[in-house]
């Protein structure tokens, strides 16, 4: 028996594993790190994410087709004096869609305000 707290209690292995060999020496390289890379591997590139992106709209665009069929029930809508009938899906598709353009106009400004004050201070900081 020993008095080390950290020795295994059969006498076998560590049950952490060996200790941390330290950092590399150079020069000291195994056979694995001068072999070249996988040229089978597919990597990942604008064009896989452009090809998602497209299906993912496609899909998207099938739902929304599938939501404006299924609520064809008239809704009349009235703005200043005017007056008009929709179909329920394309009233409501209409307000998500200019609910989404006032977010993207409130932070296109956002935008321009943090890039106007990152130039500002760009130009501070090169003095």
């Given at each position: 028996?020993?008095?080390?707290?950290?020795?295994?209690?059969?006498?076998?292995?560590?049950?952490?594993?060996?200790?941390?060999?330290?950092?590399?020496?150079?020069?000291?390289?195994?056979?694995?790190?001068?072999?070249?890379?996988?040229?089978?591997?597919?990597?990942?590139?604008?064009?896989?994410?452009?090809?998602?992106?497209?299906?993912?709209?496609?899909?998207?665009?099938?739902?929304?087709?599938?939501f404006?069929?299924?609520?064809?029930?008239?809704?009349?809508?009235?703005?200043?004096g005017?007056?008009?009938?929709?179909?329920?899906?394309?009233?409501?598709?209409?307000?998500?869609?200019?609910?989404?353009?006032?977010?993207?106009?409130?932070?296109?400004?956002?935008?321009?305000?943090?890039?106007?004050?990152?130039k500002?201070?760009?130009?501070?900081?090169?003095?």
């Open positions: 028996m020993t008095t080390d707290p950290y020795a295994s209690p059969a006498g076998g292995q560590d049950p952490l594993g060996p200790p941390n060999p330290g950092p590399p020496v150079p020069g000291d390289f195994e056979v694995a790190d001068r072999t070249p890379p996988d040229v089978n591997k597919v990597h990942f590139t604008r064009a896989a994410a452009l090809w998602s992106s497209v299906i993912a709209g496609l899909l998207i665009l099938i739902i929304l087709l599938v404006i069929a299924q609520n064809t029930e008239p809704a009349v809508m009235q703005f200043f005017w007056q008009w009938s929709l179909p329920l899906g394309v009233a409501i598709l209409l307000a998500a869609v200019g609910g989404g353009l006032i977010a993207v106009m409130a932070s296109i400004a956002r935008i321009f305000q943090l890039r106007r004050a990152a500002k201070n760009y130009k501070a900081a090169m003095r």
